[in-house]
């Protein structure tokens, strides 16, 4: 018999019946404090995601953290607020000691065939298999659960001086130990890139992000093609100030297909 | 005695008490079918925006677009999901004969003053001044709202061919008549790009918007200073492909500060 996963342990959910689950943070992915917040991203999707009457795959999700999230169980409930013929939009809300710890929304949609154009474009960088895999040793337990290997916008250095002149971090991603790519575990990764702040102003800061949004191109077939293979994120900020800032992130496949956008305001405290 | 701007009467909101409030569209903001989308983003971002207990100021709000609403009047229901010293999570829902038409999640802040840095940049573009208003006169309603000023990436002529070569579109805009930009009307200003399908493939094709975020960075004393004057807007997309297309956009005041960005999923027929 196969262990399940490390990350199918942290995001597994006990179905408690009418919309409700019991799930429990786990220490693979454990954060400075408290879960990595694209685990618990993918906790939030994965309600709807096993749901029966589930209409589609997911489009869209939007994660609001709005309190600390302790070690150690919480119930998540989930509605579908309204179906239609292509597509079904839920509400989640995660719930510990009896306050709302996290709310979310995510769009299902029936993918069809459509006339299709991308326009974005994959950046010219090294296969994963010529970079090293970066040494997340001195990082939080979450960060040793992904392979990654950059080709530019790595982790600079605290000593580093001036700051990092790489804005853009392009990192090829893979779950450690490998894990084929689903739904579930794109979400997560849309958030495994460290904080931009580091990269502009080196230095220790406390930071937690506010809201997250993935938006899912991918079809169920394309994340099936790829695998366990390593996907390729790109992550940048747009603007920082007033305790805030932005990230924006695309993750590709190695077929150059994109897969999701993401998005997200970061609090951070000086 | 002046008369209310149509923009505040399109966003105008009854209080009915215990949260609960009650609006209806304005011919003045009518799309195609329906209302238009930002001035239904700016009606759900109203109502926490008016709660006595609010807050901080708008930091990130996400719009889902769940039903069609009719022309006519609608309920909205908000609470503060949960308050925290330096910033409060609200969730919101827009009713119409019975069901769920829109739901929504809004992050307000405390605006502090911290370091700050803008990576975007803002682009090289003519001055209003030098621009030539949009004709749109064959738009809906709501595009009559708004004074538009392309210095590219404007909506092609139908007869073009092959399709736009500049897939991003850069516009001036400001409310018509004027109006002093605050955070409802600059999420709705998100909101105010054509579809980006109509660049690349320039043919009439039935879309609409399905979940749609903003990111406020601005402070209101940032808005203040902006006035009525046309802000920036650059809007792009990502990837059309199985009867969904993103669109990303950024408004910028013309004093080339980051006012918001903003992300949008919309769903297209074929």
């Given amino acids: 018999m196969t262990l399940p996963h490390p990350f199918d342990i942290a995001t597994r959910l006990e179905a408690l019946g009418d919309g409700r689950y019991r799930g429990a943070t786990s220490p693979d992915y454990a954060n400075m404090v408290?879960?990595?917040?694209g685990a618990v991203?993918?906790?939030m999707l994965r309600t709807p995601s096993i749901a029966p009457d589930r209409v589609g795959d997911p489009t869209a999700l939007t994660v609001n953290f709005c309190g600390p999230i302790a070690d150690g169980a919480f119930d998540v409930s989930a509605r579908p607020v309204r179906t239609n013929r292509s597509n079904q939009h839920w509400s989640m809300e995660l719930v510990q000691a009896g306050e709302t710890a996290v709310t979310a929304s995510a769009l299902f949609t029936k993918r069809r065939e459509t006339w299709s154009h991308t326009e974005a474009r994959f950046p010219d960088v090294a296969l994963?298999?010529?970079?090293?895999?970066s040494g997340n040793a001195f990082r939080p337990p979450w960060a040793q659960r992904y392979d990654m290997r950059f080709a530019a916008g790595s982790m600079p250095s605290l000593k580093d001086e001036p700051p990092g002149v790489e804005p853009v971090s392009r990192v090829w991603l893979a779950d450690d130990p490998p894990r084929p790519l689903d739904f579930i575990s794109l979400a997560a990764l849309c958030d495994a890139f460290f904080p931009r702040i580091f990269l502009r102003r080196p230095r220790w800061t406390p930071i937690g992000t506010v809201s997250f949004t993935v938006y899912?191109?991918?079809t169920a077939a394309s994340l099936e093609a790829q695998g366990e293979r390593p996907v390729l994120g790109v992550?940048?900020?747009s603007r920082f100030g007033n305790g805030i800032f932005d990230e924006h992130a695309e993750v590709w496949s190695d077929s150059r297909e994109l897969l999701a956008s993401a998005h997200q305001v970061v609090y951070f405290k000086e």
């Fill in 41 to 43: 991203a993918a906790v």
């Fill in 128 to 133: 994963a298999s010529e970079l090293e895999r």
């Fill in 216 to 218: 899912f191109h991918a």
């Fill in 34 to 37: 408290g879960p990595f917040g």
């Fill in 235 to 237: 992550a940048w900020a």
